[in-house]
């Protein structure tokens, strides 16, 4: 075999969002790689790194590169991320809609075999599937910033958290799932001014344990969500004198401050079903949890929500009547991603904990268990009726 003994390197994985979008002509792409280059050379020149002693890989609509080891592997996080935005703003302002530049950019180092082809080794792997991060691609579509970065966990325990000019304070921990990845990592959001780089949810981590964060990530990075709700209004569903009353009962030693922020955590949360590209949502909703009363006044106004919301294309909500019978033990979510590689998760929720599974067999049970609730339930068509027949008699 003709490969080179293994040779550590930094690497860095950059790929173009949205860079096969229909809007985009051929000549349109072309323009788009151009400037990315040229992004990424200037970007290199201002922090130090020679890009002509970089090892890169076209990859279309991205680049592999492999940073020299004499370059200080902390310049990768400071001054580069922050001169590649820089020079993505200048381009943007001046470019055509077709040809604007985001940027995911991935870095991480390790061993690295080189042969004739080309290049190859387990880091160089882990770190294109860091670019695949759902939680990556969600932040980046839903924030104003040039650049989406993401370290692996060594890179951010070994290098960001010992250069102060990196921020490591501005990272935010996720967990990836792509193919078969299964590990932790920390991203961040730049803007060419570095000032509104907070990610979805940063505002509220001490509200939220880690597996609720996680559970917030993966929320927002999906195409579709599917759920069952045996107690309550689904949370996404819930307004906001519904989710205070709530909230009440459920934290009764939590100040009216400390509800409040979590009244707006909820509020922001449901951001994900508004937009020009809105998740896809279908629940289903026990009976019984309509007809519990928080007040008249709050449940008349949560129904009538629920009959607006249903009347939206990309959500379906059913009911689950009573004369069903015991349809499930407890309230479940099935969230589906836009990467196909991506696996489905899903989520189950009982009284006394929260439990997160992602193996496929799990996955595939859970959703059998959904289509049969689906199965059961009330059509969709028989939504509207369902909850004004409730509305009359609560």
Not at 96 to 111: N, S
Not at 243 to 250: D, G, K, P, V, Y
Not at 368 to 383: E, G, I, K, N, S
Request: proline residues 5%.
């Amino acid at each position: 075999m003709d490969m080179s003994p293994a040779m550590h390197r930094t690497i860095v994985c950059i790929d173009v969002e949205g860079f096969g979008d229909r809007r985009r002509r051929n000549f349109d792409q072309g323009a788009v790689r151009a400037a990315m280059y040229q992004a990424l050379t200037d970007a290199c020149a201002g922090s130090g790194v020679s890009w002509r002693e970089c090892y890169h890989e076209d990859r279309g609509d991205g680049v592999l590169v492999l940073v020299s080891p004499e370059v200080p592997k902390s310049y990768l996080v400071t001054s580069f991320p922050q001169k590649l935005a820089m020079a993505l703003a200048a381009h943007n302002r001046k470019c055509t809609p077709q040809t604007r530049i985001r940027l995911r950019l991935a870095v991480h180092a390790g061993e690295v075999h080189y042969d004739r082809y080309g290049v190859v080794g387990n880091a160089i792997n882990l770190t294109f599937r860091l670019l695949e991060t759902p939680q990556l691609k969600a932040g980046l579509a839903d924030s104003p910033t040039a650049v989406a970065l993401i370290s692996s966990r060594w890179f951010f325990e070994e290098v960001i958290q010992h250069t102060p000019a990196a921020g490591a304070e501005r990272y935010h921990p996720v967990q990836v799932l792509v193919k078969e990845t299964r590990t932790d990592a920390w991203m961040r959001l730049i803007d060419h001014g570095d000032s509104r780089d907070e990610l979805p949810g940063a505002a509220w981590n001490d509200l939220l344990s880690a597996k609720a964060k996680l559970c917030l990530e993966l929320e927002g990075a999906a195409r579709l969500i599917r759920g069952y709700e045996l107690h309550a209004v689904p949370e996404l569903l819930q307004t906001a004198d519904y989710a205070r009353a709530t909230l009440r009962f459920e934290y009764p030693g939590v100040s009216r401050d400390g509800i409040t922020r979590r009244v707006d955590l909820l509020m922001r949360r449901q951001r994900i079903l508004h937009g020009s590209e809105p998740c896809r949502l279908w629940v289903v909703i026990d009976e019984g949890a309509l007809r519990r009363r928080c007040s008249s006044a709050v449940m008349r106004q949560q129904l009538a929500y629920l009959i607006e919301m249903s009347r939206l294309r990309h959500i379906t909500i059913q009911i689950m009547p009573l004369s069903a019978g015991v349809a499930a033990g407890g309230a479940l979510t099935l969230l589906r991603f836009p990467a196909p590689e991506t696996a489905d998760a899903v989520y189950l929720e009982t009284l006394s904990r929260g439990l997160y599974l992602d193996r496929p067999a799990d996955v595939e049970h859970y959703q059998q268990v959904m289509y049969r609730l689906c199965v059961l339930a009330a059509q969709p068509d028989d939504t509207t009726a369902f909850l004004h027949r409730i509305m009359r008699e609560i």
